[in-house]
């Protein structure tokens, strides 16, 4: 069983940058891929980026390409969620989650552990 706790949300101009963050639980975290999904008000969840358990292999939807990055530290069981020049339609729940099989695939029903997730709103 893996707990994920993500921080970092809150409110940011446009242009602006936030860091989220997911601390897990459990000592098998360094073997599972990880995952930042989001939704927004009416949306379906979709994919942002994820990272695979070494960290080496990194996928991002293509609406965050070159703006987002994606990283993770084992010896902390972190992973992180860097968005930079943020844009109101970024506005979004944001969710981390957790793939045993650490495939890091950009679909959320190949992910096991979910938490529960942290607002980010752009304003105009």
């Known amino acids: 069983q893996v707990q994920l706790v993500e921080s970092g949300g809150g409110l940011v101009q446009a242009g602006g940058s936030l860091r989220l963050s997911c601390a897990a639980s459990?000592?098998?975290?360094?073997?599972?891929?990880m995952g930042w999904f989001r939704q927004a008000p009416g949306k379906e969840r979709e994919f942002v980026a994820a990272?695979?358990?070494?960290?080496?292999?990194?996928n991002y939807a293509d609406s965050v390409k070159g703006r987002f990055t994606i990283s993770r530290d084992n010896l902390q069981n972190t992973v992180y969620l860097q968005m930079n020049s943020l844009k109101p339609e970024d506005s979004a729940v944001y969710y981390c989650?957790?793939?045993?099989?650490?495939?890091?695939?950009?679909?959320?029903?190949?992910?096991?552990?979910w938490g529960q997730g942290t607002q980010v709103t752009v304003s105009s």
């Open positions: 989650a957790a793939d045993r099989s650490g495939r890091f695939f950009p679909a959320a029903s190949v992910y096991d552990y």
């Open positions: 990272i695979s358990w070494r960290g080496g292999n990194t």
């Open positions: 459990g000592r098998t975290f360094g073997s599972y891929a």
